[in-house]
C-alpha cells in the first residue's frame, strides 16, 4: 500500500492534525530540564535528610585545584577546620613553641598508610621531642594528595604563611612531573572557568555520592596503579603538570617567602625505588604497570632531574638540604622502606616506588630532625 502524502516518514501513520513532531532540538533541550530538575530535587532531598557522605578527603578549590576537605573524619585522617591533617590549632603560637610546617603530597599526607601515627610529620614530633627534651616543637601536617610544588606556593602564599612557621619543611617532586592536566599545566589551568565549575561541583552532594561510589567500584590498589602509569605518559610525551623551570621557581619562591616572614626552609628531594636500577627497581616497577623497563627508566630519568633542581636550589639560596634521595641510596635503599601492597589473589604486587612504608617515613624524619635549622631556632618571633 503506497503511503498517504502526509504520513510520518516510516510509519505510515499521519500525524495528528495540527501537531508537529518536536524537533531534536527541542528534545534535548526538555532532557537537559529533566535531567537539572532530578539532579536539584535529589541533591534537596539529600539535604534535607540531613545525609553526610563526605566521599573524599580532598574537595575542589578553584584556585588550588583541591584541598583537604574541612571537617573530614575518615578510618585513618582527621582533617581540622582549618584543612590540616590533624587535630585544631590556633592561629597563633602558643609562647615558646616551635612552629614546624611539613607542605608536600600524599608522602607527606601519608596516604596509603594504616594510622595517622605513622605519617612523617608525626613520627618527626616524636623525632624532634626525644632530640630536643627541654624544647617544644608544634609539627603541622601540610600534606594533600596529588599536590605540585604550584599548589604548595599558592597554598603557602595564600594561607599557611599567616601560621609564622619557624620551621617550612618542603616536600615535593612526584607529581610535578605527572602528565598535564586537560587544560595545561598546574599555573594555566589554576583560576580556570573550567575548575571554577569543578569546586562548585564538588560541595554537592549527589556529586560526592557518585564518587565515593566510583571509589568503591575501582578501589585504592587500582588508584595507584593509575598514578603509576600517568607517570610513563608523562615522560614519553614531556608534557608535565610543572616543568623543571617552573618547579624551580617554585622552591625558590617558597624558600625566600618563609625566609621574609623570619623563618627557614628545608628542602627534601625525593628517594625512588627505581634507583635500584635495572637489576631490581626498575623491572619490579615494569611488571607492576605491564609496560617495558626503557619507559619506567625514562621516568627515573626525568624524577632524577627534579631532585637535582632540589639540590641547586638548596645551594643558590642557601636553604638547609636533606637529600634523602641519596641519603637512602647510601644504605641500599632496602625494600622494607617503601610501602607495598598486600597481596591479592594469592599473588605479591610489586612495590610501590612512590610512597614509603611506615619504617621508611619513620627514616626520613629522623634525617629531617637532625637537619641545623631545629638546632638554631628560637621559638620566640
Given at each position: ?18 501537531k508537529k513532531r518536536p524537533s531534536a532540538r ?151 612531573h605527572w602528565s598535564a592536566r586537560a587544560g ?94 635495572t637489576k631490581r627497581g626498575i623491572p619490579d ?97
Amino acid at each position: 500500500m503506497t503511503p498517504k502524502l502526509h504520513d510520518a516518514p516510516g510509519t505510515g501513520e499521519a500525524p495528528p492534525p495540527g501537531k508537529k513532531r518536536p524537533s531534536a532540538r527541542r528534545k534535548l533541550l526538555l532532557s537537559a530540564v529533566a535531567l537539572v530538575f532530578s539532579f536539584v530535587v535529589a541533591e534537596g532531598l539529600l539535604h534535607v535528610a540531613g545525609i553526610e557522605i563526605m566521599a573524599d578527603r580532598l574537595v575542589r578549590d578553584p584556585v588550588l585545584g583541591w584541598r583537604n576537605r574541612p571537617g573530614y573524619v575518615g578510618e585513618t585522617f582527621r582533617v581540622n577546620s582549618r584543612g590540616f591533617l590533624g587535630p585544631e590549632l590556633e592561629l597563633e603560637k602558643a609562647p615558646g613553641v616551635v612552629r614546624v610546617v611539613c607542605l608536600g603530597d600524599s608522602c607527606t599526607a601519608g596516604d596509603l598508610l594504616d594510622a595517622p601515627d605513622q605519617t612523617y610529620p608525626r613520627q618527626l614530633a616524636s623525632a624532634l621531642a626525644e632530640r630536643y627534651p627541654t624544647r617544644t616543637f608544634e609539627v603541622i601536617n601540610a600534606g594533600v594528595g596529588s599536590y605540585s610544588s604550584f599548589q604548595g606556593r599558592a597554598w603557602l602564599e595564600q594561607e599557611l604563611i599567616h601560621l609564622r612557621p619557624n620551621v617550612l619543611v618542603v616536600y615535593f617532586g612526584w607529581n610535578d612531573h605527572w602528565s598535564a592536566r586537560a587544560g595545561g599545566t598546574d599555573r594555566k589551568v589554576s583560576g580556570s572557568a573550567v575548575e571554577r565549575v569543578r569546586a562548585w561541583l564538588g560541595w554537592s552532594k549527589v556529586v560526592q555520592l557518585f564518587v565515593r561510589a566510583w571509589r568503591q567500584v575501582r578501589g585504592r590498589r587500582a588508584a595507584v596503579a593509575v598514578e603509576r602509569g600517568d607517570a610513563i605518559g608523562a615522560a614519553a610525551t614531556g608534557k608535565l603538570r610543572v616543568p623543571v623551570g617552573e618547579y624551580e621557581g617554585n622552591l625558590k619562591a617558597m624558600v625566600e617567602l618563609v625566609r621574609r616572614k623570619g623563618g627557614q626552609a628545608i628542602l627534601l628531594t625525593a628517594a625512588s625505588y627505581l634507583e635500584l636500577g635495572t637489576k631490581r627497581g626498575i623491572p619490579d616497577v615494569a611488571e607492576s604497570l605491564g609496560g617495558d623497563a626503557s619507559a619506567v627508566q625514562a621516568v627515573n630519568r626525568v624524577h632524577r632531574q627534579y631532585n637535582e633542581r632540589v639540590r641547586e636550589v638548596a645551594q643558590a639560596t642557601g636553604a638547609c638540604l636533606v637529600d634523602v634521595a641519596r641519603l637512602f641510596e647510601s644504605e641500599g635503599m632496602p625494600q622494607r622502606l617503601f610501602w607495598r601492597p598486600a597481596p591479592q589473589g594469592g599473588k605479591a604486587i610489586p612495590i610501590d616506588f612512590i610512597h614509603l612504608s611506615p619504617e621508611g617515613y619513620g627514616r626520613l624524619a629522623r634525617y629531617v630532625a637532625q637537619a641545623p635549622p631545629f638546632a638554631n631556632t628560637p621559638p620566640e618571633r
